[in-house]
């Protein structure tokens, strides 16, 4: 869901210090607008950003966080791009096909694209950066890149991928990510560490000329004759990390930045009430990311009548109350937009307080993790309330954030409340990871696990995927390892000056692409 307000923002200018200044101040919010798309673009402007998410590097192969992708997008092209709707669209290759067996994935590249140095794009620096991705030390990119066997160059825009039997279908999907970002072969050949100074190694529309790790990065446009007409109409971008999210509006309200992204609820309250002004330009999009309770099978839970119970004790209205109704209540594992996602599907365990109490059987003990000090913990205090209502003996058990996830894939929680659940552009990847993978959604049923390995073959048709798909959703929920509550919101904030910060890809994930965002005089 998008809402879309049109504001009319009053901008001050603001000094770098004035920036720095109002770091350590703070504000919040969201409500709904379309960016400005009237007046002559200014190719002489700065864009000034602040995220919440921390940049470590710009390699893009060394990428430990998710976040940490978000900045790379203006500096490095991508074989293929993710659009506001969650398309894959092509990017520096121009389209793709599958072979009819599924043996490979051959890329038709673009022919006039040079990287900033001065080399050109082609097929063996396609060759050149996979094989980079492979080997390269603590390369974060090995697992995505493990079903391509061999490369092939056909010719100098032909580039095919040999693909392990009934594997690779996702990689269109992921070479829209840090994955498919494209370095110089030059720089490769040279062995260049790129993680603090990418210096002209990128093909994308700017080049970096400032960088400090997990505070700030300045980018400078890089050549007035780029490929894409869309992006690198900015004299150049700054972007500054600051975590707290009322200082980001207040500082897009004040005019000492000019985009950023709010998710909390109290700031998306306070940003809908300044659009309602005409005081900025908020873009609200519904997280692809669902809050919900992950489980293991241990100790109680390893009974699937006391994990029917807890999903049934779950009221998702409630939880979306603590974030002001931003939080949407939604029981799927896919977002209603993608191929792959079931409209007549209906959650097994519905709020039932009546049927969680007869379910129970007892007084079952349940400890719920949640990451301490974000906005997990509200919930969790609900949750445990809910469970402990309907016979649960609940606890809640807070751990640092750096410790959650990690710690739940490793088996040492039974039950934690997060919204780290993220489903992947392609489906493929979401059950690698979540069903048959790490997160044991699957709870090891035969079944799924023969149903994903069917759908992941490339092929087999998209919808004929979408069928298979659409059952293992149903038969993992039916599991009850995962409880999905709903989806929080995530608000695009901006000046009037700003454009296309409307459909902006990635943010509906928290995190964002910037490469094609402008402003006018």
């Not at 770098?16 to 101040?25: G, I, Q, R, V």
């Not at 699957?442 to 998209?462: R, S, V, W, Y």
Request: glycine share 8%; with cysteine.
């Amino acid at each position: 869901m998008k809402v879309r307000k049109q504001g009319a923002a009053k901008v001050v200018g603001a000094s770098a210090a004035a920036l720095m200044l109002l770091s350590a101040c703070g504000g919040g919010a969201t409500g709904g607008s379309t960016s400005n798309s009237s007046g002559e673009i200014d190719r002489d402007a700065i864009l000034r950003v602040t995220t919440a998410a921390p940049s470590r590097n710009l390699d893009p192969y060394l990428q430990t966080s998710y976040s940490g992708v978000s900045y790379m997008t203006p500096i490095y092209d991508r074989l293929t791009m993710i659009d506001g709707d969650d398309n894959v669209v092509p990017g520096l290759a121009a389209s793709w096909e599958f072979a009819p067996d599924g043996s490979y994935l051959e890329l038709a590249l673009r022919d006039d694209v040079t990287f900033n140095d001065g080399t050109p794009f082609d097929a063996a620096a396609v060759a050149a950066n996979i094989q980079r991705g492979k080997t390269l030390p603590g390369s974060t990119v090995v697992k995505s890149l493990s079903d391509i066997t061999t490369v092939d160059v056909v010719d100098p825009t032909t580039v095919r991928l040999n693909l392990a039997p009934g594997s690779g279908v996702e990689l269109p999907s992921v070479f829209g990510t840090n994955v498919g970002m494209m370095i110089s072969p030059k720089t490769i050949e040279a062995g260049t560490d790129i993680q603090n100074d990418p210096g002209k190694s990128g093909s994308g529309p700017y080049i970096v000329s400032a960088y400090i790790p997990q505070e700030s990065l300045t980018l400078t446009r890089a050549d007035d004759d780029y490929w894409d007409e869309k992006a690198g109409r900015l004299k150049g971008i700054e972007i500054v990390g600051m975590p707290d999210a009322s200082t980001r509006l207040n500082g897009v309200r004040t005019g000492a930045t000019d985009l950023t992204w709010v998710s909390s609820a109290n700031e998306i309250v306070e940003a809908q009430s300044l659009a309602k002004q005409s005081a900025l330009g908020v873009e609200e999009v519904e997280f692809r990311n669902v809050l919900g309770v992950m489980m293991r099978t241990q100790g109680d839970m390893t009974d699937p009548a006391v994990r029917q119970a807890a999903a049934r004790a779950i009221d998702p209205a409630a939880i979306s109350a603590l974030f002001s109704d931003t939080c949407t209540p939604y029981q799927q594992m896919y977002p209603e937009s993608s191929w792959s996602a079931d409209s007549s599907y209906e959650y097994p365990y519905a709020y039932d307080e009546a049927e969680a109490k007869k379910l129970v059987g007892g007084s079952p003990t349940i400890a719920l993790t949640f990451a301490a000090g974000t906005n997990t913990e509200k919930p969790a205090n609900v949750i445990q309330s809910q469970l402990s209502q309907v016979g649960f003996n609940a606890t809640l058990n807070p751990a640092p954030i750096t410790q959650t996830e990690p710690r739940f894939i490793a088996g040492d929680f039974e039950a934690m409340v997060t919204n780290s659940f993220s489903p992947k552009i392609d489906p493929e990847e979401t059950v690698e990871t979540y069903v048959t993978g790490a997160y044991g959604f699957g709870n090891g049923n035969p079944e799924i696990a023969a149903k994903a390995m069917q759908a992941a073959d490339p092929a087999l048709a998209q919808d004929d995927r979408a069928v298979l798909y659409k059952e293992i959703w149903a038969m993992v929920l039916k599991e009850a390892l995962f409880v999905p509550i709903c989806h929080q919101t995530n608000a695009t904030i901006y000046s009037d000056k700003v454009v296309d910060a409307e459909n902006m890809p990635w943010a509906n994930t928290g995190i964002f692409d910037i490469r094609t965002v402008a402003m006018v005089k």
